[in-house]
């Protein structure tokens, strides 16, 4: 690929931005994930199209895990070859994220939550992202196990340390999350965000009162998995394409698309038709309706995918209308 100029009216072109809680960090309304599509496997001058497109229409904040790819750790290898080839003049203008929690490398110490796996886990990431510091990192997932104490103490020295700016958690139970906001704001490093899956097929963010308190304690919110693995886009609303992440049985598995299912779908995609928008610009456009949402994370397998979610943000709205 040729060398990279940043669109210089990027900043411009409609992406909008939203305070994260009570912080003094603004988050695109659309960012983008690097779970799926980023690995080893996936071709290296595509990743750069997208990841490219991306910041040069206002996608600002890159989310990664320290196991994404495949395989595990190739997704922040990604990153770490484009901040050499394109990102790097740019780096204070991006809002990089990467997670630890799930499992990494073999052995007691390359999962959950302790304060040995946090340390290691972070000190790789940034050595395969090339990076002095990322932005955010996250504790990925609860661990019923580990003393909270010790994950958020953790967490509180990345941060002491220099080697991340901000902490956020994903994936926590409710009353981890209020302890969590508890402890962070005691020791000066006040929780940012909270990951959580919400779509239009999955509210347990709702149910479970998490935006709630998220809301209520000046926490952002950013939601994954918005668009349901791609079961509120057009690809299922007849069926299982033979390209299509479904038919690979693995993440998304078939037993999934039941004919209740298939119907809710349906009956989605008319009211976004109704709508003039796609099934997807109208999921997306729902989730961020909610005003402790801070953001969407989207993975885009092609810049095609990714113009058509940016739409949502400028969606009508949702008032008087039930889903």
């Not at 997670?99 to 940034?126: H, V």
């Not at 926490?219 to 033979?242: K, M, N």
């Not at 119907?263 to 961020?288: D, I, K, P, T, Y």
């Amino acid at each position: 690929m040729d060398r990279y100029f940043a669109d210089e009216l990027r900043y411009d072109g409609g992406m909008q931005y939203c305070r994260c809680g009570h912080s003094g960090v603004l988050l695109p309304k659309v960012s983008l994930g690097f779970w799926h599509n980023f690995g080893a496997t996936a071709d290296y001058d595509h990743c750069r199209e997208i990841a490219r497109y991306a910041f040069d229409h206002g996608i600002a904040h890159f989310d990664f895990a320290n196991n994404y790819g495949p395989p595990y750790g190739s997704a922040e290898e990604t990153l770490g070859r484009m901040m050499t080839d394109d990102f790097g003049p740019y780096r204070d203008e991006l809002f990089i994220a990467t997670k630890a929690g799930y499992d990494m490398w073999p052995g007691p110490y390359g999962n959950w939550g302790s304060r040995k796996y946090l340390m290691a886990s972070i000190d790789q990431s940034l050595r395969r992202m090339k990076l002095d510091y990322v932005d955010l990192f996250y504790s990925h997932r609860y661990d019923p196990n580990t003393p909270l104490e010790e994950t958020l103490q953790a967490l509180v020295d990345i941060v002491r340390k220099g080697k991340a700016l901000y902490i956020g958690i994903s994936r926590w139970p409710l009353d981890a999350l209020l302890t969590a906001i508890d402890y962070l704001k005691a020791h000066d490093t006040p929780l940012l965000i909270y990951q959580g899956k919400l779509n239009l097929l999955n509210r347990e963010p709702i149910t479970e009162g998490i935006l709630d308190v998220c809301r209520q304690h000046g926490v952002g919110f950013i939601a994954f998995s918005p668009l349901a693995q791609g079961l509120l886009t057009d690809r299922y609303l007849h069926g299982i394409p033979d390209d299509s992440r479904m038919a690979q049985n693995h993440f998304l598995k078939r037993e999934v698309l039941t004919p209740q299912l298939l119907q809710q779908l349906g009956q989605l995609n008319e009211v976004a038709q109704q709508r003039n928008e796609s099934l997807a610009e109208m999921a997306l456009a729902w989730v961020l309706s909610h005003k402790a949402v801070t953001s969407v994370l989207v993975g885009a397998s092609s810049t095609v995918q990714l113009k058509a979610n940016i739409k949502c943000v400028n969606a009508d709205s949702f008032e008087g209308l039930k889903l």
